[in-house]
Structure formats: structure tokens, C-alpha cells
């Protein structure tokens, strides 16, 4: 069964088609890469999925909704209740501790719970560190951190963007194998990437050229 | 943990762990404060600190008897209550009595007073010497002293000469149970017949002798001796017409019309007193520029003596007040006391007023641009706040802050600033007024315990209202800046 569903999606800026009548699905507990050059699409549709954006034209179907029309009050809503984000450059709140970090995502989506968030961090790694703020902590230090604020409030879909993009093999490692966890726990995830190593961790790849979907590959050795 | 505490956990750790930032959003809202503060206690403690100032320019009430009462020191002590002990500033009472200085041929108005109370409602006196401390001193006025050539140490001999009848009262009012009368009248020949009575306890006439020598002796001048006339006028009620009351005594009738003249126009005679002379010491003389100049000034006691009477005839009052509450207690002491009328000097209490509201509306203009000062520079800190924090309000939108979540912490962010710069200002703000206070009108300021809670108040309330536009912009920012690219 699918939980997300783009149908004919596209997305115009002017002249310029960043998305163009695209469709994909991505069914529950998928583990989902989309890869890309620079201009393809790629952050036009994570913003859409992640719902911080509408299409120009299409339908999205976030678990059977369709969210395409919906106002930025009520994606708020949805983005808080159902996906969990991972960004790129980390993106912690700089004056407060890892484990306050994680507990923000607690207070905007139900009750903060300290215990709850130490435990997240403790998932990755992380429960000595709790204490830290993040100019005290390695960049794969903080990511972990906002693995474990994404994945803290249970989300259908855990959505990332690069989220390898700024960190050395050993911690690229370290995230890779978490995603596998939650993957084997049955969370959805969707993972935007240029880099193809972490593309090939995942069930099935995405590729995306010009704004439109250039192809899609299985990835034969999952799991293996 | 609660939302609530999670809010605050926040907030504060926003305003503690951003230190360099915050300093100088706590720093424009303390010291905004401060100056509010600081001027609200000047505004406030203004008027009593210029009601102070004021007094020196003297009385601003006066005490007098009302028609047909006295003033004793007694009624003057009773009319005091009045008015509460904090707001008087002095009350002089003052009887002015000519008195002769029989050596120099001289006389002059004598102003029995309270010396210490002097100082307090005519703080302006100028004295050469010192005021009188003792009986039997007197503070001469600068122009007398001239006159007569006084100093400081010089005595004077002062002499109060009573006067032997009493020439206010009029026959009517004379004829009272028990009254010795004394009258004249012309007789024959325009010779004066003296004439004088006793009354008894129904004012009825009890005596009468007459006094006929001008008259020609072997017709009025028989009048004083002849028994059966005078009789006529025993129990007999004043006045009297002849022909009706009384018949003319033969041969005599301008002389016993001159008789019942003299008793009609009778008025009470009263006991000769001798007159009275007391020797002081000058130990100042009063320079005003004014008419006490004129004046010499002795105790109440002294005066006292020479006159044998407990009387005042003024009261000049140093109060201060506003001119509405010097009506209040004006009108207390006039409704509260038989015999005693309170008035205002409208003039000093007028002019005291329009200053004050000068002054008044002089600080409130300051204390709004001070105002206005403060928003704008608290707005323009907390708008940099805003920019310099946006990929931190993108996140937290990202993560699914709602608008009203991102309104309600920088809102927070924004009471906390000024619930510190409340405290700050009104601590400080005590301070700056304490210098203001004391070097613009030397006197220190009492802590208005109100201004704890009001500067806190008010300075949320202007965070509060610097921060809507900063919070707008805040509210604007798309959550997608928090992705790639960015």
C-alpha cells in the first residue's frame, strides 16, 4: 500500500518547469533514494513531500489525503504530525542542549518528555552527549542529534535531505546504519542524495533529470 | 515535563545562552526603563517636592476670627487639627496692638507672635541679631529701628495704654443686666450734664447721679439733689421720653431733658485699667522689604500681660497642599470651628498651582518621547534578533511550529526582556531620580512602593508592544529556507 503519491505533479516558477508532470509512489516502509544533478528537481519536490510547498498542478497523497490544496496552516499540521525531517546542514537551535534539541520536536508535536528524548539520543549514540550544546558537538555529532529529533515523535515518513553531505565516512556509516534500523522497524523513508553510495543503501532509487523522472532502479543487493 | 515548562526552558535559554545579543535588547528596555521610572518619581514626588520649595515663599492660608467670635491660642491649636500634621508647615499666629514708647513720644503697632513658628511660614525674614528666645524681647523692624534709633542690644520701654471706655458698643447694646452706664448730653447754655447708672438684674434702672455744674445753680443745677425727680427713674426701663416716663423737674426743663438724653445715649462705662509698661530687649532688627518693617514684634506672652488678654487676631498658615485640598481642610476649619474662619492666600496658592502643572506637564512630555525612545530602539534590537535567527525560526517551523508558537516565544522572549528591565529600571530608576532629586531641589525622594510593580508592568508592556512588527517578520519566514541551498 502506498503512503505518499505524486500524480502528474508539477511545479512552475515563471518560465522556468522545476517539477513537470511527475509521478511517483512510495509504499509504506519503503526505503526510497532520489538522486539528481543540481537543478533537477530535487529540492522542489522534497519541499512539496515534506510539505513546505504546493504543486502548480498535480495531486499528492500523503497517506490517502490529498494534501496539494491544503492551506500552510493545515501542511503544518500534517508535516508536524507525519514526517520526520533530517537536513543537511544539521540545523540545530544553537542555544540549547542536544537533548533540549530533541525535546523541541516534542513540544510542537504532543508533550515534551526528557526521558522519551534521552532515550532517542541514547539510540544514537548520543546519551552522554545530551548535555552538550551543539558548538560543542562533531557535525556527525549534531546530524545524529537531528536523527534522533526526526525519528522522536514516531513519524510515518522520515524525509532527508543530503543527509550525508557534510560528514566523513565513519559518521556517513554511523547515519546509514540507523536509517537500516528504522527502515527494519517498518518507518518509511525518503532520502535525497547525490552521493550514489548512500543511494545504493536504499530499496530503490529515484533518478531525476530536467524536472521530470528519468528513470527508477532497484536496488538488487538490498538487505545483502 | 510540561509544554509550559518546556516554553520557558526555552526562552530562557535563548536570553542566557545568547548573552551578547540579549545584553543589548535587556540593556535598551532597562534603560528605557530606568528613565521612565526615574521620571514617573520625580512626576509623582513633584508636587511635594515643589510644595516644599513653595513654602518659602510664605503663608498660603490664613485664620481669622469670624464677626462677633475670637480667636484665642487655644481655638487656634483646636483649628490646627485639621490639617494633617505632615502637610502643615508652620502656623504663626499673630495680635497687633499699638503700643507707646512713652520715652521717645512715639507709637507703634506691636505684632505679638510665635517666633519659632515665624521662621517656618516666613522663612524670607531677614534678621539682624537673632529672634527673640526669651520674655522681654523684642525684634524691631528695620524702619522703626532707624526712626528711633535702635540696635541690637538697646532697650525700649514699651507702654500699652487701655482705653477707658468702650467705644464700639452702642447705647442699645450697653443696656445689659447689671451695667454701669455713662452718658452725656447739652443742657442749657450748652453746658454738658454728665449723667450715670446702675442697672439691676432686669436691666431695669437701679441708681442714677448726675452731674449738673455747668448748669445755672439755682435751676438745673438743682437737679443732682432733688430726690423726688430722680426717683422717677428708678425701675424704669431704657429709653425714656420726657412728658411720658419721667416729668421735667419744674424750672429745670432743658436740664432734665439733658438728664434723659444722656441716659438714652448711654454706654457702658468700663473700669479704668492703668496702663501697663514692660521693659525689652531688642535682640533683632527685621529687614523684609515689606511692611513688617513697620512692626515691632514681641512674644504672646509678653503681650499677654500688658494687655490681660488671651486674643489673636490672625493666623498665617504655611500648608502644603494642593489648592483643592487647601479648600478641604480651609472649609474644615471654618465648619468645624464656632468663631474661626479659615481663608486662602489665592494669590500664593494660584501661582503655586500653574507652576506645578507646568512642571508636571514638562515631565510627561519627556517621559513619552522617553517612551517612544525606547520602542523604537527595543523594536530595531529585537528585528535584528528576528534576521539573525531565521534559519532557527525556519527550523522550528519545519518541525512544526505553528505561527502562534513562533508569536508566543518571541512574545515570551520579549515579556522576559522586560520583566528584567522592568526590575532594572525601577531599582535604577530610583537611583537616577534620588541624584535628580537631590542636586535639582536638594531634598531626597521617599520609595513609591508602586514603582516596583508599575515599571514591570509597563516595561513588558512596551517589549510587548516592540516586538509586534519584529514578530510579524518573524512569522513570515518560509520553513523551506531550512533545506538544501540555503
Redesign the interface.
Given at each position: 500500500m502506498s503512503l505518499l503519491e505524486l500524480r502528474n505533479v508539477s511545479k512552475i516558477y515563471g518560465e522556468l518547469k522545476a517539477l513537470d508532470n511527475v509521478s511517483i509512489h512510495v509504499d509504506q516502509g519503503e526505503w526510497v533514494a532520489i538522486m539528481g544533478p543540481s537543478g533537477s528537481g530535487k529540492?522542489t519536490m522534497?519541499?512539496i513531500i515534506?510539505c513546505?510547498?504546493k504543486p502548480s498542478k498535480g495531486e499528492v497523497l500523503l497517506d490517502g489525503v490529498d494534501i496539494s490544496k491544503e492551506s500552510s496552516?493545515k501542511l503544518?499540521?500534517i508535516?508536524?504530525?507525519k514526517i520526520g525531517?533530517i537536513?543537511?546542514?544539521f540545523?540545530?537551535?544553537?542555544?540549547?542542549t542536544a537533548v533540549?534539541n530533541v525535546?523541541?520536536?516534542?513540544?510542537?508535536?504532543s508533550?515534551?518528555?526528557?526521558n522519551e528524548a534521552l532515550e532517542a539520543l541514547g539510540r544514537v549514540g548520543l546519551r552522554e552527549r545530551a548535555r552538550h550544546?551543539p558548538s560543542q558537538l562533531s557535525g556527525g555529532e549534531q546530524q545524529r542529534v537531528c536523527v534522533a529529533?526526526a525519528l522522536i515523535n514516531h513519524p510515518e515518513l522520515i524525509l532527508a535531505?543530503?543527509p550525508t553531505?557534510n560528514l566523513d565516512e565513519a559518521n556517513e556509516n554511523i547515519v546509514l546504519d540507523l536509517f537500516a534500523q528504522l527502515h527494519k522497524e517498518g518507518t518509511t523513508l525518503i532520502v535525497?542524495t547525490h552521493d550514489p553510495e548512500v543511494a545504493e543503501a536504499a530499496q530503490r532509487t529515484i533518478v531525476l533529470e530536467h524536472g521530470k523522472v528519468a528513470r527508477e532502479v532497484i536496488n538488487e543487493n538490498f538487505g545483502k | 515535563?510540561?509544554?509550559r515548562?518546556?516554553?520557558l526552558?526555552?526562552i530562557t535559554?535563548?536570553l542566557l545562552?545568547?548573552r551578547s545579543r540579549m545584553l543589548i535588547a535587556l540593556l535598551s528596555i532597562g534603560i528605557g526603563a530606568t528613565i521612565l521610572a526615574g521620571l514617573v518619581t520625580i512626576y509623582v514626588d513633584v508636587p511635594r517636592q515643589m510644595g516644599a520649595q513653595f513654602r518659602s515663599y510664605g503663608a498660603n492660608m490664613l485664620l481669622l476670627p469670624q464677626d462677633g467670635g475670637t480667636l484665642t491660642s487655644d481655638g487656634l491649636a483646636q483649628a490646627l487639627k485639621s490639617i494633617p500634621d505632615a502637610a502643615l508647615v508652620g502656623a504663626a499666629p499673630y495680635r497687633y496692638v499699638r503700643l507707646d514708647m512713652t520715652t521717645r513720644q512715639q507709637s507703634f503697632t506691636a505684632a505679638a507672635t510665635d517666633f519659632e513658628q515665624i521662621t517656618k511660614t516666613s522663612p524670607y525674614f531677614s534678621i539682624e541679631g537673632a529672634y527673640p528666645s526669651e520674655t522681654r524681647q523684642v525684634l524691631v523692624g528695620k524702619e522703626i529701628a532707624e526712626t528711633i534709633g535702635v540696635k541690637v542690644g538697646s532697650t525700649m520701654e514699651l507702654t500699652y495704654q487701655p482705653s477707658n471706655t468702650s467705644t464700639d458698643r452702642t447705647p442699645e447694646e450697653s443696656r445689659v443686666p447689671g451695667a454701669s452706664l455713662s452718658g452725656k448730653a447739652e443742657g442749657f447754655g450748652a453746658g454738658v450734664v454728665y449723667v450715670s447708672a446702675v442697672l439691676d438684674d432686669e436691666a431695669k434702672i437701679a441708681s442714677i447721679s448726675v452731674d449738673a455744674s455747668t448748669q445755672t445753680p439755682e435751676y438745673g443745677g438743682l437737679v443732682p439733689e432733688d430726690e423726688g425727680f430722680l426717683n422717677q427713674f428708678i425701675g424704669k426701663t431704657l429709653p425714656l421720653t420726657l412728658g411720658e416716663d419721667v416729668d421735667a423737674l419744674s424750672g429745670a426743663t432743658v436740664t432734665s431733658g439733658a438728664v434723659v438724653d444722656a441716659l438714652n445715649t448711654a454706654t457702658e462705662a468700663v473700669a479704668a485699667v492703668r496702663p501697663k509698661t514692660l521693659n525689652f530687649t531688642v535682640t533683632g532688627i527685621l529687614t523684609t522689604g515689606g511692611e513688617e518693617e513697620e512692626y515691632v514684634f514681641l512674644s504672646l506672652g509678653d503681650m499677654e500681660i500688658m494687655t490681660g488678654e488671651d486674643k489673636l487676631d490672625v493666623a498665617e498658615l504655611s500648608v502644603s497642599a494642593s489648592v483643592d485640598q487647601l479648600e478641604e481642610y480651609a472649609a474644615s476649619i471654618t465648619d468645624n470651628n464656632d468663631g474661626v474662619q479659615a481663608r486662602l492666600v489665592k494669590r500664593v496658592a494660584r501661582s503655586e498651582a500653574s507652576v506645578l502643572e507646568k512642571l508636571t506637564a514638562l515631565v510627561f512630555l519627556v517621559t513619552l518621547v522617553v517612551l517612544l525612545l525606547t520602542m523604537i530602539c527595543v523594536s530595531t534590537t529585537m528585528t535584528a534578533v528576528v534576521s539573525e535567527r531565521r534559519?532557527?525560526i525556519g527550523?522550528?517551523?519545519?518541525?512544526?511550529?505553528?505561527?502562534g508558537?513562533i508569536r508566543a516565544e518571541f512574545l515570551g522572549e520579549g515579556l522576559f526582556l522586560g520583566l528584567l528591565g522592568g526590575v532594572m529600571g525601577a531599582v535604577l530608576g530610583f537611583v537616577f531620580a534620588q541624584v535628580v532629586s537631590v542636586n535639582v531641589f536638594g531634598s531626597s525622594i521617599t520609595f513609591q512602593p508602586l514603582l516596583l510593580p508599575a515599571a514591570i508592568i509597563v516595561s513588558m508592556a512596551i517589549a510587548a508592544a516592540s516586538c509586534l512588527l519584529p514578530i510579524k517578520r518573524a512569522v513570515a519566514i518560509?520553513?523551506?529556507l531550512?533545506?538544501?541551498?540555503?
Open positions: 529540492s522534497m519541499n515534506g513546505m510547498d496552516k503544518t499540521d508535516r508536524r504530525d525531517l537536513f543537511q546542514q540545523h540545530m537551535v544553537n542555544y540549547l533540549e525535546m523541541v520536536s516534542q513540544y510542537y508535536h508533550m515534551p518528555d526528557e550544546l529529533r535531505d543530503e553531505g535525497v | 515535563m510540561t509544554k515548562r518546556m516554553f526552558r526555552m535559554a535563548s545562552r545568547r534559519r532557527e527550523l522550528r517551523k519545519a518541525l512544526g511550529a505553528s505561527d508558537s518560509d520553513p523551506a531550512v533545506l538544501k541551498g540555503e
